[in-house]
């Protein structure tokens, strides 16, 4: 009750002042045509004295712009509190012409009253009027239009918008990223200021959003200007790897030790070095045999991920696992590698077996395998075994074995005193093949860099679902104080759930403290907009009538970026929060923003890349192409070693009374 009373005096006081600016302009004309009204007797002696005292007091009578000018005043404010109507066609079109012919009428009028033709007089007089009434039309209009603004954000653009970080903030570990948001009508420059990026980073958005280009590009270069040692998954090899090695370039200066720069590529042996990723002198448990194993396995059957524990999952697992350790203890791990494992797999099980088993590490290991045998389950131990051989079956390739049986660098690529940036390149086309290979050396690189006193160093993962990367969850979690910074581009959480597993995906989703989202739709874009709360914002409601119109101004929390923004986020536009530090606090962490990036310059630093140099020739001096002869020379070797482990093996058991037993069974 007490609202409307005020609405009421309110009303009536906006009457009050309109009555006032229409008397003022009666009493304009009066005054100013008065020679008119008096050859005709129209005047009161009264009135006369009111006018004459208003123009000894104020002297509002002494020019006719000052009347005029006074009586708007008063109508313009009476204009605030006008009513509405049910007719809602008015535009700023038909303001402006009201405003473009008041104006006109109203003001350049001035010279009729100069001639002293009665019909000038007449013309003044009309045209004052009419010019006064399209004014005020003009202004009632204008009035209801602003009273109905918040009508016009229809996509609730101005509630949603907020301010952002406008400071930038640089250390030693930092990366910025420059922004334009739009807050207030306008838009501003800001910056995202990922000030601790060892609290992981995750990059979201389709196909197609500005991952890559926007951001991930970014990490790899000012990472590189600040000195990180770096391992780089490139899925579609070359892109990331080309950014790199030019970036490195320029910038090796950056390092106190100059760095080398690394590559992993099974598609062209020439452009590629060689590395065993189970190199024996990093493997000091056989739950490292088993971690490289769990590895391979599960990303040459991404089922599995969803089935961890079961009796058909764990077998083959176990089984790699003990000849991986196995090949770590025989004859000082000389035989260690991956392609090795693969072929001793694949022979003889019975020879296998007792070869095995003959050490007294792997005996107890294999116990399940051994039970089968023993008891005469021959079709479990041969679906124990098939579920080994069938999947790796597949990687049998010479090239493939070419790079992971050689030894030109290792993989602990933040020892300060040798760092490396390493990229390792997958083929969308074989990435079922190369998945599990380059698996593996993830998951030794992820545990050789998780150690105190090493260079500072970056994991930048792009396209993560394409790859199992076992232990994930727990390099987020533990190595933000070991200084790993990690960097994980996918399209949607609903991807890393279906290759992840529900648990895992959880875990990566909840434990990065800097998130980066492109257009995502559904779930994803459902998450991260609770993720990023809600705010008090203002709401209105209209209801209009014939003779009034009614409106009221509420507020309540609502998302503060909706999913439905988010799930139409322009190319380029990128939502997500930030973390900080103890001593470096960021107020604004949200942003909504586009990542400004100055495509001139990258466009001119992309023409003059160089491409990653032939490592190695395989041309001899006479101009003979040995490639595909090494390759194979090497492949050959690699069966011809596991036919000689087996033999010498299998003598050296027959030989031994103590294992006697085993060639018996």
Known sequence: MQGEDDLRGLAKIMAFMRAVSILLILMHIYWFCYGYFIDRGWTL????????????????????????VFALVLLALSCLGSKGVKNQNITWTKIYIALAIGFVLFFLNTALLKLSVNTATISYIVTTGLGYI??????????????????????????????????????????????????KEKWNNGWINIVNPFRATIVLGTPGSGKSYAIVNNYIKQQIEKGFSMYIYDFKFDDLSTIAYNHLLKHSDKYKVQPKFYVINFDNPRKSHRCNPLNPDFMTDISDAYEAAYTIMLNLNRSWIQKQGDFFVESPIILLAAIIWYLKIYDDGKYCTFPHAIELLNKKYSDVFTILTSYSDLENYLSPFMDAWQGGAQDQLQGQIASAKIPLSRMISPQ???????????????????????????????????????????????????????????????????????????????????????CLGFQDYSQLTRDYGDKESKV??????????????????????????????KRQSMSINRNDTSTSISTQLDSLIPASKISTLTQGFFVGSVSDNFDERIEQKIFHAEIVVDNVKVASETKSYQKIPEILSFVTEQGEDKMKDEIESNYKRIKSDILNIVVSEMERIKNDPALQHLVQK
């Open 508 to 537: 990566i989703q909840n434990t990065v403290g800097n998130v980066f989202s492109g257009q995502v739709v559904g779930e994803t874009a459902k998450s991260l907009s609770e993720r990023f709360g809600k705010v008090l914002q």
């Open 45 to 68: 002696e009264v009135i006369n004295k009111i006018l004459g005292n208003f123009q000894l007091t104020a002297g509002l009578f002494s020019h006719t712009l000052y009347t005029k």
């Open 400 to 486: 493939l074995y070419w790079v992971m049986t050689g030894d030109d660098f290792s993989l602990d690529i933040n020892n300060p005193k040798e760092p490396k940036i390493l990229c390792v390149g997958n083929n969308p086309d074989r990435q079922n093949i190369y998945s599990a290979a380059l698996g593996l050396y993830n998951s030794r690189i992820v545990k050789l860099i998780n150690k105190k006193g090493q260079l500072k160093s970056s994991v930048i993962i792009d396209e993560l679902p394409t790859i199992y990367f076992r232990g994930l969850d727990n390099l987020i979690a533990t190595a933000r104080s070991n200084k790993v910074a990690v």
């Open 134 to 183: 399209a004014l005020m039309v003009a202004g009632v209009w204008m009035s209801r239009l602003l009273r109905n603004n918040l009508m016009d954000d229809v996509f609730n653009n101005e509630n949603e918008s907020f301010m952002q970080e406008t400071k930038l903030m640089e250390n030693e570990y930092s990366v910025n990223l420059p922004t334009k948001f739009y807050y």
